[in-house]
């Protein structure tokens, strides 16, 4: 792909997203509901195409594909799991939407610790979610410096890449906070379904239409096409990868935290229906990209350099590639600016606002901002080690995060929980987790989600039992959603 071409489509996009953030600016974002939910009012499309374009990031064509070129159709039915998965947001959006607005909640730890009447575990469960997605952040940097030093053939570096991700993600949080996030992430989005599966389609065609492409693999590479194929896929691996992926949607904040921002349940509802049909779509998509590499290349040591390398081939015309490259890029952006703008928050409201004697929501709202081009700095760091496969390592943020799940469950549905459960259940899950992923190991064969989700789970309730819980407020708490959940619903 010609160096020129891709710069000036780089150029082009940007320009585009930086007039559609000033677009997107209405009024002063001059507290924490504005700068970082939107003062709740996101209608149902862009939040559709805003939730779909965090959701799905340079892990997908990047990372799936590559996955997909390691393992074969394995990956498939591991994002499918995923996509399952997103439908606790149909059960669990409508309880964070509506104590959301009743409480003012602006992070998922701020709605934990006031529920568990504990700012001990609004400070913990912000640490631990930062901790665990600045490694993420920094796979959605790696993605993109993966990708244009691919399509460029070295003539872009990986290091250029990902400070171009890096000053542009910091750029759109700035401009108007999560209003031009959002608007940003919805270009982002079409830009990402719309060329991906162009080429996708361009790809299949030349390669023999579907029945031809198939031939292919069944013909040449036939593990391909079963499951575990050619043993990446285990069972056990499988399950490791795909229950931190299940609860996703609940356990990863910057997720969670846009169920706060829909301007009503219908809102909701459109973004739920909106995003399953975007994500089944993508996931063919990506898929498929994976196959392809794996037919146009099948010996490649690097899998993450499977997109790359059918955009850069000769396959699909430049164009088009160059297109789908922005795509891409802005797929992994969208990510980022998200996370940056959640964890800031969540270290402005969850962590400073509870140890600050004299916080305020202003006071607050400054040191989020003062945090962004932090937490950015040190995704970068990360994403200049260049670590092994982005789907893996994305998954193994993921392990970090499902520890909360159990807190998160029984906030909604279990009066008995108490803080002491919550603290004990993050803190040991979460250590046990950074344990097994920083040496690597698999205890009785089982990934670190896994244990991190079971110890969790055995913690929380245990401890729970043993302790104290805050009946006033868990009364109040599910009792209120109880009946509202009845009169939405009637």
Known sequence: MNTTMIWWGIVIYIIIAIVIAFLSRQGKQSNMTSYFLGDRKLGGFVSALSYSATTYSAFMLVGLAGLTYSGGVGALGFELIYLMGVSLVAFFGPRYWLVGKKYGYVTPSQMLGDRYQHRGVAITVAIFNGLFLIPYSAVQLAGIGYLLQGVSNQAITFSTGVIIATLLAIIFSYIAGIRSVAWTDSLQSLFMIIGSTLVVMFLVNKLGGITGFFNQLETHSPEMLTVPGNGYFNFWTFLGLTIPWFFFSISNPQVSQRLFMPSSLKSMRQMLIGFMLFG????????????TAFI????????????????SSDAIPSVLAVIVMIGIMAAAISTIDSILLTVSSLFAKDVYGNISKNSNDQAQLKVGKIIIPIIALLAFLFAELQLDLIAVLSV????????????????FFWKRGT?????????????LVCILEIFQLKPLGLASGLWGLLVSTVLFIIVSILTKAPKQKADEFIDYIKNEMKSVNS
Not at 396 to 411: D, M, Q, Y
Request: charged fraction near 5%; glycine fraction near 10%; hydrophobic fraction near 60%.
């Open 280 to 291: 089944f779509i993508y996931t063919l998509v990506a898929t498929m990209w994976g196959f």
């Open 296 to 311: 146009l290349n099948p010996g490649m040591e690097n899998a993450d350099l499977a997109t790359p390398f059918v955009l």
């Open 396 to 411: 193994a943020s993921s392990a970090g995060l499902i520890v909360v799940v159990p807190a998160i469950i029984g906030c």
């Open 419 to 431: 803080a002491a459960g919550v603290l004990s259940s993050v803190i040991i899950a979460g250590l």
